[in-house]
């Protein structure tokens, strides 16, 4: 697969890693509002298939943004509208993220921008919107022809 060359260039999985960290990091801090002593709580709180979408979620955002910087930067891997259609793919699944709290007792950044029967919502389903960020992170990378062989 040319996602797993990709990643065997040094820059690339630099790239992944330092993405994989500060996405973690954004998710989290955001989680908390900002609340840097509730992080331990909020650890604590997290159902355990919540923790398994998101660490699945942030390394396959890493993978992502790794090989669409690979992209980009290949004149003639793919043609325009499939590397502007993968940017949108994954910056869909970002966002939504987002909004969602991993747990029930957790407010999420969505807190700031969405009425509380919307976060309930979120809340109860955050299972689901994990899947879909997963699957539109494996979506993008297929898109972007990550999953084909050489």
Do not use: D, H
């Not at 325009?80 to 993220?97: F, Q, T, Y």
């Not at 919307?118 to 494996?138: D, E, M, P, Q, R």
């Amino acid at each position: 697969m040319i996602v797993l060359k990709v990643l065997k260039k040094p820059e690339y999985l630099a790239i992944a890693i330092i993405s994989i960290v500060l996405m973690t990091a954004v998710y989290i801090y955001s989680q908390v509002l900002g609340i840097i002593e509730n992080i331990s709580f909020w650890l604590t709180l997290i159902p355990w298939y919540n923790a398994i979408l998101f660490a699945t979620f942030a390394i396959l955002f890493g993978i992502t943004l790794s090989y669409q910087i690979y992209v980009w930067r290949q004149p003639k891997v793919c043609k325009i509208n499939n590397k502007v259609g993968g940017a949108g793919a994954s910056s869909s699944s970002v966002a939504g993220i987002f909004l969602v709290a991993q747990c029930p007792a957790c407010a999420s950044f969505g807190v700031l921008f969405l009425p509380l029967s919307a976060i309930t919502f979120l809340t109860k389903f955050s299972w689901l919107i994990n899947i879909i960020g997963v699957g539109l992170l494996l979506f993008t990378i297929s898109y972007l022809g990550g999953f084909k062989r050489e």
